[in-house]
């Protein structure tokens, strides 16, 4: 499939769909969606109309009905869609951050030391992290890594955190002889 180009208005009520959607498995009502993106419910309706002809959702009537992402709605996003998810926490000041889950970390920069940044793709909103904010990403599942730092910067439409890297800690094992 072609990579299809979305408004970021778009991208940011499909990835709330999709957010949504992973948490609860059935189809989720627009009033929900506008209420995760802080937009109308009206607006939401347009918008998924252009979505749907996109073939990124499709329309569940009926009182349980709503919408739900299709397989190319996480192609178009970039999102992989697994079985199961490994689930890595985030911590915001040291209270673990439900429905965040870590997708991706980004380590940029780390030829430069001072300036290490760590960019953390969240399946889940980051509409709760502020700036200043400090947080704990991980343990991840094989290298059991685990960064703390403090939240330089967001980009809500990608669901992305920008961390200043202040300390990243796997444990060492020793090599087999």
């Known amino acids: 499939m072609s990579s299809i180009e979305l408004t970021s208005s778009q991208k940011t009520i499909l990835r709330a769909l999709v957010d949504l959607y992973t948490q609860r ?14 937009r109308n419910a009206g607006t939401i309706r347009n918008q998924m109309q252009s979505l749907k002809a996109l073939q990124l959702v499709e329309g569940v009537p009926g ?21 199961t998810t490994a689930e890595i926490p985030v911590f915001c000041e040291g209270e673990e951050v439900e429905n965040a889950n870590v997708q991706e970390i980004d380590l940029t920069s780390v030829h430069h030391p001072e ?5 953390i793709h969240l399946r889940g909103s980051v509409r709760e992290f502020h700036e200043g904010d400090k947080l704990r990403v991980g343990p991840t599942p094989l290298s059991k890594l685990v960064i703390t730092g403090t939240l330089d910067g967001k980009d809500d439409t990608s669901n992305i955190l920008v961390l200043k890297i202040e300390s990243m800690e796997a444990p060492a094992e020793e090599p087999a002889h």
């Open 25 to 38: 498995e059935e189809a989720i009502k627009g009033e929900d969606i506008a209420g995760e993106v802080d």
């Open 63 to 83: 009182p349980k009905g709503g919408y739900k992402p299709t397989a190319n709605a996480y192609e178009a996003l970039e999102i992989q869609q697994l079985d």
């Open 115 to 119: 300036l290490c940044r760590a960019e």
